[in-house]
């Protein structure tokens, strides 16, 4: 199997250390390959011959105020550049198998993120729910809402644990989709400590009902018009996925809006992490996220990882 890719969106601020320390709990193999990347927010374009010859030309005090204007855009990567080998030095104090480098890049932080998920490709994103400018609040910051929302792979928002479990316990939102087993494989795919416990809770309300019955009648092997008990066979076959990985898995299913019921059971429980499936039986395919999943991540007190199928593009 090819080494786990992570992007590590690191500013330096208290958020992002516990988004580094999160990381102890994400159940990510010991060969993971990391970069760490931080993204100064100016505009820096290339230096060339053109650029040069028409400052130069340029009245004495213009081409001053340009040069100062350069002068701090360089000094802002540069720091970005310092802040970036500070993070990669701490995941390597804790991940010492990990293969780790550092990066920093004059960017809009979001899209200078989405960016180098693309060219790389990475496996998994991994962002505070806050950066540098924001007030801590419930809400996630726009950077982690514009990662979350066009990421093209896995996206995790990391937050401080309150859990005080020796063992890991994860929540995976599981409504019997591609999406909501692509979840299940990846936390059956990582390596977590023994005693983990992983609870699958399937919410049921009205929309999940008619996207389910319009499903049965298509998969001709569910005989049977109850829902529950679709679901109840769906859930347990991926408990079994679970278990056969070694993790101790039980199932939930429970009438209420989903969005609801995940967070209340995840902080009811005391849960470590929240995976969901990036759409699900509720959302389209497109370019943003199903509203659970947004709506999970958005509110969640604990870490929530929003999992995408693995890219296929090169993966060097």
């Not at 100064?40 to 040069?67: F, I, K, M, Y």
């Not at 496996?123 to 950066?131: F, K, N, S, W």
């Not at 950077?143 to 995976?172: E, G």
């Not at 989903?258 to 995840?266: C, D, G, H, Q, S």
Request: glycine letters at 6%; charged letters at 25%; proline letters at 3%.
């Amino acid at each position: 199997m090819p080494k786990t890719k992570v992007l590590f969106a690191y500013d330096g601020s208290t958020c992002a250390d516990a988004a580094l320390h999160d990381l102890e709990s994400a159940g990510l193999p010991t060969d993971t390959k990391c970069v760490v990347l931080t993204v100064a927010d100016v505009w820096l374009p290339e230096r060339s011959e053109d650029e040069e010859s028409v400052v130069t030309s340029l009245d004495p005090l213009v081409q001053a105020r340009v040069l100062a204007i350069r002068q701090r855009a360089e000094f802002k990567v540069a720091e970005a550049a310092s802040i970036a080998r500070l993070g990669a030095h701490m995941v390597n104090s804790i991940f010492p198998g990990w293969k780790v480098a550092d990066e920093a890049v004059a960017d809009s932080p979001g899209w200078g993120i989405l960016n180098r998920v693309d060219s790389w490709p990475a496996d998994l994103v991994v962002v505070g729910a806050h950066g540098m400018s924001a007030a801590e609040r419930i809400l996630i910051g726009s950077v982690s809402r514009k990662v979350l929302n066009h990421a093209t792979c896995s996206v995790r928002i990391a937050r401080s644990s309150v859990n005080n479990h020796t063992s890991p316990r994860l929540v995976i939102g599981f409504d019997g989709s591609a999406d909501a087993n692509i979840a299940v494989q990846e936390v059956g795919r990582r390596v977590w400590p023994e005693q983990t416990q992983v609870r699958l809770v399937t919410a049921v309300d009205d929309t999940i009902r008619t996207a389910i019955a319009a499903r049965i009648v298509k998969l001709e092997q569910w005989v049977t018009d109850d829902h529950h008990v679709w679901l109840s066979r769906m859930a347990e076959s991926a408990a079994e996925q679970l278990r056969s990985a070694r993790l101790e898995a039980t199932c939930l299913i429970t009438e209420g809006e989903p969005k609801r019921v995940l967070l209340e059971t995840a902080e009811k429980w005391g849960a470590h992490c929240i995976f969901v499936g990036a759409t699900g039986l509720r959302g389209l395919r497109r370019l943003l996220m199903g509203s659970v999943s947004s709506g999970v991540a958005n509110a969640a007190a604990c870490s929530v990882e929003v999992v995408r199928q693995r890219p296929t593009k090169s993966r060097a």
